[in-house]
């Protein structure tokens, strides 16, 4: 089956700082690809939703100056985190969705983001 | 806007014991339904997927079944072992909108 990467799997950072997710799609092209946050003993939630070369569409409740999203390739999306604070600290899930299957979504292993 | 809810958040049972978990969706115009495992701090594990148009799917020791004019579907999991022990997630994807998820269910199988 197809297979969606993220990198890193895991990252801790100071407050203030900005911390850069990539989510890779290794044997398809993804047209669509979204990301989820996830707080301990919750669900995922929806944060953004993004087409190749296009911006992307953010879910209410989330700021879009606070977490960049780019899509600039049909393999690569990266999900900025700028000026984290300790509230940001998640589990953040990529998920990608390709062209040729338009009912199928593929996930990516999770980050973890600390930040203290 | 689509809104899935599974029953119930969490259940305990004894090693051995055949269970089943339930998913409701409010809207009915899906083009799939999915059910996932997620062990703690890990991602999602794909389990079953069914398609709108059909009304189980089975692999080893899991059923899932779909009834589509009533949004609703159940995870049938036969002689639990203490290794079944996750949060098991319903998923609905509904037009060319993303998967939406339900809270989980938080399942330990007690040896």
């Known amino acids: 089956g197809a297979v969606v990467s993220q990198h890193p799997s895991r990252v801790i950072c100071k407050s203030g700082t900005s911390v850069k997710i990539e989510c890779r799609s290794l044997?398809?092209?993804?047209?669509?690809m979204f990301w989820y946050r996830q707080f301990p003993k919750q669900s995922l939630m929806l944060m953004a939703t993004?087409?190749?070369?296009?911006?992307?569409?953010?879910e209410q409740g989330v700021e879009k100056d606070k977490f960049l999203i780019n899509h600039a390739s049909l393999t690569l999306s990266t999900l900025t985190v700028t000026s984290a604070h300790p509230e940001d600290s998640s589990f953040y899930i990529c998920?990608?969705?390709?062209?040729?299957?338009?009912?199928?979504?593929?996930f990516g292993p999770g980050t973890r983001l600390t930040v203290l | 806007k689509q809104e899935v809810t599974q029953i119930p958040a969490a259940l305990s049972v004894p090693e051995g014991e055949n269970l089943v978990l339930n998913c409701s969706f409010t809207?009915?115009?899906?083009?799939?339904l999915q059910w996932f495992r997620q062990d703690p701090g890990k991602g999602l594990t794909s389990l079953l997927l069914?398609?709108?148009?059909?009304r189980e799917q089975t692999s080893g020791r899991l059923n899932a079944s779909l009834d589509k004019s009533s949004g609703r579907s159940t995870l049938y999991i036969a002689a639990s072992q203490p290794g079944d022990s996750a949060t098991y997630l319903c998923?609905?994807?509904?037009?060319?909108?993303?998967?939406?998820f339900g809270k989980g269910t938080r399942l330990s199988v007690i040896a």
């Open positions: 998920s990608a969705r390709g062209q040729g299957a338009p009912d199928t979504q593929y």
């Open positions: 044997d398809f092209q993804a047209t669509t």
């Open positions: 993004s087409n190749e070369g296009s911006k992307a569409t953010y």
């Open positions: 809207d009915s115009a899906i083009y799939n």
């Open positions: 069914i398609q709108s148009s059909q």
């Open positions: 998923a609905v994807l509904s037009g060319n909108t993303p998967l939406v």
